[in-house]
C-alpha cells in the first residue's frame, strides 16, 4: 500500500471525538475537493507491506485506528488491512469520499467484528466541486452505528443537505461540519440554520485544529 504517514493522536471529529487513536492516511485520491485541507496525500507517500503498516502502528498503546486519506477505498489492499487490523483487537474508523461503494468493505469484514468497523462518509456538497462523484447508494449501506458527514461552506451547501437528506435518509448519525474546521462565524451560522429548521444533525468542529492548528501529523 501507498502511505502518507502514520501518527498518533485524538480523533477530532464524530463520534469517536478525543479518543486516543494512531491514524493510518493513505497517499492518493479520486477528488479533488476546492477545500481539501489534506493535498499533501494526493501524491506524496510511500509503498509500505501490510507487515510493515502493522509493525508500525504496534509501537503505540492504543487499540483504535483510523484510517483516512487520501481516499482509502482508492487502494485495494486497504480491505485486507481492515480485515487484518481487526483480527488484531483494533477498532478501526474508515474515513472514506463517499464516491466508492463501501459495500466491498462490508462484505469482507466478518460478523463478529461489524460492531468495531466504523465508516465515516463523507458526501460532497455543491463547494466541494465533486458533488456529482457521490455514490448516493452508499447512505442506504450504512449502518446504524456508522456516521455520515458533509462539510458546509455556506448556505446554498446547507439547503443542499437538508434536501440530501429527505431523498436519501440516513439510518445513522449525521455530521454538520463548516469548511476549516473550527470556523467560530460559520459554526454560529450554522446553528442558527439548524435551530431554525430543528435539523436532526451534529454540529462538528475538528477538535485536532482547535488544539494545534493546521500542524501535519495532529
Known sequence: MKINEIFYSVQGEGQTMGYPTIFVRTSGCNLRCSWCDTTYAYEDGKETPIPQILKEVGKYKCKRICLTGGE????????????????????????????????????????????????????????????DKNDYDNVARLRPHDQLKFIIADK????????????????????????????????????EWILEDNLNVSIGVQLHKIIWGNEKGR
Open 72 to 131: 482509502p477505498l482508492a487502494q485495494s489492499e486497504s480491505i485486507e488491512l481492515v480485515r487484518k487490523l481487526l483480527n488484531m483487537g483494533y477498532s478501526v474508523d474508515v474515513e472514506t469520499n463517499g464516491s466508492i461503494s463501501v459495500e466491498p468493505l462490508l462484505q469482507a469484514v466478518a460478523k463478529k467484528e461489524q460492531e468495531r468497523l466504523l465508516i465515516s462518509l463523507d458526501l460532497k456538497t455543491p463547494s466541494s466541486g465533486m458533488k
Open 156 to 191: 446554498k451547501d446547507y439547503t443542499w443537505i437538508k434536501k440530501a437528506m429527505d431523498y436519501f435518509p440516513p439510518k445513522c448519525r449525521v455530521y454538520a461540519h463548516p469548511v476549516g474546521g473550527a470556523d467560530s462565524k460559520l459554526l454560529a451560522k450554522l446553528a
